[in-house]
């Protein structure tokens, strides 16, 4: 698959930035996330990348159907900043490594669908977390791209990152290779991210209301419609009965 994919467009189509699911299943898997994205934003800082957490990243354009939200992915070669959401056709990458904070109730997606769609739009590095060792004994294993196809990392490493990985609680620490110095994730920043996860919620939460509502409007709005047919066509019916028995329906009573 092509990592962008583009068609003619000829109407003005809406890309979401939500589909109102939870940032994650508990709190310690949102920890792991938040903790990845500080660690390697505060990394990354400086450098023409991004880290997003828990943004819709759509890689067909024309097709808003066609998207995945990674739990945690890391794009190079952007303009850094952030962004309400990710499409593959305007910034012309995609990402390089994707982490996935992963548990029983999303394993199969995490090990089937998202696993073959990140093979096929060429992301480097695949990696999935399961902070709780619910089904990776290990907790966390990760695939690198060789060619067109997935295998297995067996080093612990990231390529495109150039940071060691390791486990440490459930949380994963990430470990330059060039000093060995272990990243670390400042308070502030971890405080400032949550803030910005759960301001774009709220946001997208009213937004979501908002289409509720005007559904509810239009829903109202269309049985008033209905009720207004079927008494115009209940009045022609009753007009035309009375015609039937020779009654004038508008004339008057002598």
């Given amino acids: 698959m092509s990592p962008v994919v583009s068609i003619p467009q000829t109407t003005d189509i809406v890309y979401p930035s939500s589909d109102g699911k939870p940032l994650a299943e508990t709190s310690v898997h949102v920890d792991a996330i938040l903790n990845t994205v500080v660690a390697l934003r505060q990394y990354l800082t400086g ?22 939200a990674p739990d945690v992915m890391v794009i190079f070669n952007v303009t850094p900043g952030p ?3 990710y499409k593959t056709w305007e910034e012309g990458q995609i990402p390089a490594v994707i982490f996935e904070i992963t548990s029983p109730g999303t394993k199969d997606e995490d090990q089937s669908h998202k696993k073959i769609l990140y093979e096929q739009l060429g992301v480097q590095e695949y990696w999935q977390f399961d902070p709780k060792g619910e089904w990776i004994p290990e907790q966390l294993k990760g695939y690198r791209l ?20 390791q486990v440490e609680g459930q949380l994963i620490s990430f470990y330059r290779e060039d000093t060995g110095e272990k990243l670390l994730a400042p308070d502030e920043l971890r405080q400032a991210l949550s803030q910005e996860v759960l301001a774009r919620q709220q946001a997208e939460l009213q937004l979501e209301q908002e289409h509720q509502r005007a559904e ?13 047919e079927q008494a115009e066509a209940e009045t022609t019916r009753l007009r035309a009965k009375l015609q039937a028995l020779g009654i004038d329906p508008d004339g008057e009573n002598e």
């Fill in 83 to 85: 962004r309400d959401n």
């Fill in 47 to 68: 450098q023409a990348a991004i880290v997003l957490a828990d943004q819709f990243l759509y890689y067909a354009q024309g097709y808003p159907r066609l998207r995945v």
């Fill in 146 to 165: 060789r060619g067109e196809w997935y295998e297995s990392i067996t080093d612990a490493r990231s390529e495109p990152l150039k940071l060691r990985l």
């Fill in 216 to 228: 509810q409007e239009r829903q109202r709005a269309e049985q008033e419609r209905q009720r207004a």
